[in-house]
């Protein structure tokens, strides 16, 4: 992403990069997650710098707790760029064709009873 100062003042900025999945049946999701953000060096006005940020596959998972796994579901990410969670500035889809497990994990906390789960 290339951020510019627009300013008329030297100023740094922060660029966060927040992933928000597909809507999903089986599991409960927040709206957006932060994945990556990087900091410019000090920008004088109207000077532009390129940050790059790096996503792997396991950041777009979410835990299913029914298969003890973390999962890529089916559908499009969209990708949001912006200074903050409510200040986003662009938008990039990411589409995944097949579910993917990402990790699967041991189940080494069981309970002896059952936990009954809340839900909406």
Same mark, same amino acid.
């Given at each position: 992403?290339?951020?510019?100062?627009?300013?008329?003042?030297?100023?740094?900025?922060?660029?966060?990069?927040?992933?928000?999945?597909?809507?999903?049946?089986?599991?409960?999701?927040?709206?957006?997650?932060?994945?990556?953000?990087?900091?410019?060096?000090?920008?004088?006005?109207?000077?532009?710098?390129?940050?790059?940020?790096?996503?792997?596959?396991?950041?777009?998972?979410?835990?299913?707790?029914?298969?003890?796994?973390?999962?890529?579901?089916?559908?499009?990410?969209?990708?949001?760029?912006?200074?903050?969670?409510?200040?986003? &500035?662009? %938008?990039?889809?990411? #589409?995944? *064709?097949? $579910?993917?497990? !990402?990790? &699967?994990? %041991?189940?080494?906390? #069981?309970? *002896?009873? $059952?936990?009954? !789960?809340?839900?909406?």
């Amino acid at each position: 992403v290339t951020v510019k100062n627009s300013g008329s003042m030297a100023g740094k900025e922060v660029a966060e990069l927040y992933i928000a999945a597909p809507k999903s049946n089986d599991l409960d999701k927040p709206i957006k997650e932060l994945k990556a953000f990087a900091k410019t060096r000090l920008l004088q006005p109207r000077e532009e710098q390129t940050l790059s940020m790096t996503l792997s596959l396991s950041d777009l998972a979410s835990f299913d707790a029914n298969i003890n796994a973390w999962v890529a579901d089916v559908g499009t990410y969209d990708i949001q760029i912006g200074s903050s969670s409510q200040d986003i &500035k662009q %938008h990039l889809n990411l #589409k995944v *064709a097949s $579910k993917t497990v !990402t990790e &699967k994990v %041991h189940d080494v906390v #069981k309970s *002896a009873e $059952k936990i009954k !789960t809340l839900t909406k």
